[in-house]
Every structure is written in C-alpha cells, then in structure tokens.
C-alpha cells in the first residue's frame, strides 16, 4: 500500500498541537551515545524482522534513548517503493511498530530505576497500533522516528511516535504496549527461537560442576532431531571436541584471573596473553581459525538440528546432562512427620510457586549455577566490553530476576529462594516440640541461606557497575571478582582464613545448607 492521508483523520496542522513534546529536542540527536536498545534485547528474542539484531534479512530498526526519548533513523531502500518516488506504508507501520517497542521498553526501565541503553532491555509486544499517514513519504531522504511514552503503567505503556522525512511530518503513530507474556518465552519444540535458549550451549561449554543430588534429571529421551548427512555430523562433532578444549583453556584462565595472588595488572595482563595462545594453539592443532570457531558457534546456536548433535556429543564426553532435562524433582529427600517436616519439605522436595514445583534449595542451587556460568562467560573475552555486559545481565537475572527480567534464569532467583529457605528454616527451628539438633541444623541451614541473601544482592550491585563500564578494561577487573562472588554462592567463603567454609555468618553458602539440611533428615 501506498503512505496516504487517512481520510478521517484531523488535518496535520491541527495534530500538531496535540503532541507538542514530540518536536526536534535541540542537539539531542548529537548527543546520542548509548547503545541502541534493540542491540540489548535478549538473544531469545532478537530475531524480529524490522527490529532484530540476529535476523540478518531484516530492517534493523535501530532506537538510542536520550532525556525521556527515543530516537531512530532509516534509510529506505529502493524496493521499499510503493509508488514511484514513494515509500511503502507498510514499511512505516512496521518501523513506528518497532520503534515505539523499545520506547516502551526504555520508559519502563527508566520508571524502574535501570539505564536504557545499558542494561539490558525488556522485551514488549504490540497491543495496539495506529497509524496515520499525513502526507506521501518521499522515497530517497533518511526517515527519522522520535517518540515518547505518555503513560507508563505495570504492564501497559501508552507510545506516541512522529516519522519525519526531510525535516517534514509524514506520520504518526498511537501504539499500546504490553509486556512480552510468559507464553511467549517458551519457544516451542524445534523452533529456532531461543538462540543458545538462555545460552543453554554455554551452560554446557562452561564444565562447570556443581552437582545437587536432589535436583532429578527426568529419565526420557529427548526427541529426534532431523536427520543430519553423516558429513555434517562428523564436523559438528568435530566442532564439540574442539569447543570442549577451548572451555578448558578458558575455565583454568578465568579461575586464575579471579585469585587473589593474581589481582595485579601485570599478573592480569599475563594471564589474558596465556589465554589468548592457549586457545589459538587449541584452534591451530583442530586446523581451525578464529572466524570459523565464531562461524560454526552461530551455526550450532541456531540450527536446532546441528545443536542437537552438539549437545548430545558434549554430554558424552563431558558427562553433563542434556539442555533442558531438568524436571520435577520427585520427593527424593524422606523428611520428619509433622509441622517441621512441611517446612524441611519446602526446602528440600517442593514448594508451590517454585519452577517446575521444585524445593526451594534446588531451585536456588540451579540459578546459583546459571549465575556462576554467565559469570565465566564474561571473563572469557576480556576485550570484548559487549560481551561482558551482556552476561552480566543474564547473572543478575539468575540472582534476581526482578532487576533484569529477561535472561537464562529460571525466573526465580537465587536471592529469592535463599530467603524462603531461610524463612522455612527459622520456622521448622521454632516449632513446639522440634527435637534440639533438628533446630540446630535448622538454624545452620537459615545461617547460610542469609549469606547468601548477601551475597546475591553484592552480585546484582558489582554486576551493576559492570552493565555502567565505558572501558573493556574497567569491566575486566570487576567481571574478575564476579566470578569470585558466584562460585561463593555455591561454595561460600573460608572468611576466618582457617582452612575450611563452614555455617556460619559470612561463610556458609547453598552447599552448608544442603549438607546441614540433610543431617536434619538422615540423608547426607
């Protein structure tokens, strides 16, 4: 379709008044500087064709956010005519569509506390929009969007937007905003959305082991994947091994890089160069460059076929359990009969709002994995500033997701779930009639589950000041130390340097609550 006036819609003369707010801001568009918010989208949900920044046949509508507004530019191209010398509406629609979601998405933010443009954005959908086309959209000049949210709600954030072309208003659009629904973040089975699904590739690359034996993994089989030629197997296999070392390489660097002993910038520097060779001799003796590790990365990330056989290669060789096996962990931990049994329960088998109906210990654990995962993920590149921001958003995700929404995590939390462990544990310690070593333990148990309440929110604030860094460099020291913080969620702190975590306050994290947790019911 062509762009047009709507027949029914007032004259632009008189609109203009109606959105004053939305005219030229002076300078603004020089002082752009963040990142573009679409570009801090979730992998998951990075595939949109007008918006998308791993959709490499899309618009790429790209939005920065600058003093309450958000401001986009696109240069149409020659098979966007509609008409000789006219762009297509249709286009239009979908660049205010786009665009008013990121406005949406950086109001939001913004309303919240968090910084568009450098922490990572929430994904929105459209409920509604309207367009009005104010006069034909000449094909040739770059198109300029600016809009603002004039109401910001819960989940609903009301979006007016302008689209100007050679200084002159072409367009307008009126759009409601919804934040993107839980369904829509379960992609289904063999869909290609759900790039890495949460990194699911990097939680297995990663190696990192930190088993929890009441965490069951379900005992069926995955489905099928479509058949692959047996050339194509053999390289994607290939390809594992190879990754597998890398990982190697990489997770020995990066626990060295978070020392103590090595926290000197020459120590760093040493570090970062032994890195660099030892993954370059990786690829060298594999016959492989560093384009084509990258290439076959994004393949294996985005071809649920070719992810299939990697996943299941790496198992073998790795030991570790297939992406997305975890299940409902069957009452695996027999607990005592009455009052303190409920609350011991909750901790340990299952507790109602709780991913997959899962104990509030094993919940905690598997997000303090995820976290200590993305944490590993940051430092393996200690150049690459995107990089490192990125996966600091997916550990604060894990940690608690109320600060950034969207991520790999469970959806739960870390901080959550400790400070229902600690709550159930204090209650079972309380109850009339609880035998003194069960509130003993009990007590031990919601010790450690309050360090680790701590813990979470240094994490959530360190990663913080990661998603803030201007400089690879400033990042680098502090993704060092977030390392450091989410292996203590697991492994907690020998604080009294005496050889040993135990308990008590500032030292015990989720591995003293399981252990005490299980001297309270005879299964340790």
Sequence with gaps: MASRPSPDVPSAESRVRVWPALAPTPGAAESLSMKPLQDLYPDDFSHCYGCGRLNADGLHVKSEWHDGEAVARFQPAPQHIALPGFVYGGLIASLIDCHAMATAAAASMEKAGATPGVDQTPRFVTASLQVDYLRPTPLGPELELRSRATEVGERKVLVEVVLRADNAECARGRVVAVRMPAGMAQPGKGTVSGLARGAQMALVLASLVIAHPAIAQQKTSAPPPPALSSAAREDIVAFAKVSIAVAQVRDSIQKQLAEPRNKTPQAQQQLREQLASGVQEVLHHAGMSEDEFRHKTYVVSTDSASRAVFDETVAKMTGAPLPGQLGTAPLAVPVP??????????????????????????????????????????ARDLENLGAMKLHAGHVINAVDPTVVTAGPGLGYGVKRAALGIATHMDLAAKTPGAPEDMAMHANHVATSARNTVQRADAIVSLAKRIQAATAASDASTLVSQLVSLTNELMLGKDADADGKVTWKEGEGGLQQCDEHARLITGNR
């Design 337 to 378: 009969p009455g009052p303190v049994g409920v609350h011991i329960g909750h901790v340990m088998n299952g507790f109602t709002d709780t991913p997959k109906g899962l104990g509030l210990l094993p919940t905690a654990m598997e997000e303090a994995r995820i976290a200590a995962v993305h944490a590993g993920l940051a």
